[in-house]
């Protein structure tokens, strides 16, 4: 049987940064616009600010439709699945910004991933998601799965990036500076990390 949650704490902050995997759903507000949903991970690029807050490092990809959509009307959901130990999956509704490397903001923010070199990454921006509706559900036919390591293949691909390069692969690709529906992407040149 599912529960709301007031905040992420205790057990339920306990699972989340548990979690080696994450996902993210967001869509624009047309009603014939696309869904989507991505996977994240690499260990240490996720975190909790407080209670109520989250954020992660959004990086080099071949699409920035999350960042769009946040763009334009800021819906997100996250999920957790446990594909060890006791069934379970948390989702966070709220709302959530693209802060961006020219934001005042994001050089504090980026502290608080210490966990991580975001450099060989390629990284965007950092995503803050503010809970609105805090939920769990039983997980029983999510499958076990072992987590082995993280995949290196990512930051070996980006680490050869400098700044004008990766503002010029943003720039090749479709659907980074404007989405599959037309939305303003990525705001493009990158500004300086």
Known sequence: MGKTYERIDGRLRTFIEAQPLFFTASAPLSGDGTVNLSPKGLTGSFVILDELTVAYLDFAGSSAETIAHLRENGRITLMWCAFQGPPNIVRVHGKGEAVFRDDPRFKDLLARFPDIDPTPHGL??????????????????VP???????RDLHGRRFAREDDASLSAYFGSKEHIGTSMDGLPGLPLPLPPS
């Open 144 to 150: 076990f799965m072992a987590y082995e390591e993280d």
């Open 124 to 141: 965007r921006a950092i995503i803050v998601v503010r809970a609105e509706l805090i939920r769990d559900s039983c997980g029983y036919a």
